[in-house]
């Protein structure tokens, strides 16, 4: 596994860029996509809660993962940050070749 995708959910937009554009600059990922509007449903405490949040997919190399944690860790709102990855299989060979450069 060479690649990753890694999702976050944030309190914000706001929120989300500051996350996207800290991980960006430091070459923890080369792309952000950040959906402005979700709804989710958790459990919390021990109570089922709904939030509206913001949702991050990034891409990264796998071997970035921690370093990408404790960078969301430092900058995120919540207690317990959602970061969580899964291996990019495949994909095309000039975005993967991009990818490659530019982290």
Not at 9 to 24: D, G, H, N, R
Not at 27 to 35: D, E, F, S
Not at 52 to 80: M, N, Q, T, W
Request: aromatic fraction near 8%; proline fraction near 2%; hydrophobic fraction near 50%.
């Amino acid at each position: 596994m060479r690649f990753i995708v890694v999702f976050i959910t944030a309190s914000s937009k706001k929120e989300a860029q500051a996350i996207v554009s800290a991980l960006v600059k430091k070459k923890l990922a080369a792309c952000g996509n950040i959906i402005g509007s979700v709804d989710s449903m958790f459990i919390w405490k021990g109570k089922t809660e709904k939030a509206k949040e913001a949702l991050i997919i990034l891409k990264a190399r796998a071997g970035l993962f921690k370093r990408i944690v404790r960078e969301v860790e430092r900058l995120h709102s919540y207690d317990v940050p959602e970061i969580i990855a899964v291996p990019i299989i495949a994909g095309s060979k000039k975005y993967l070749e991009w990818l490659d450069v530019n982290v």
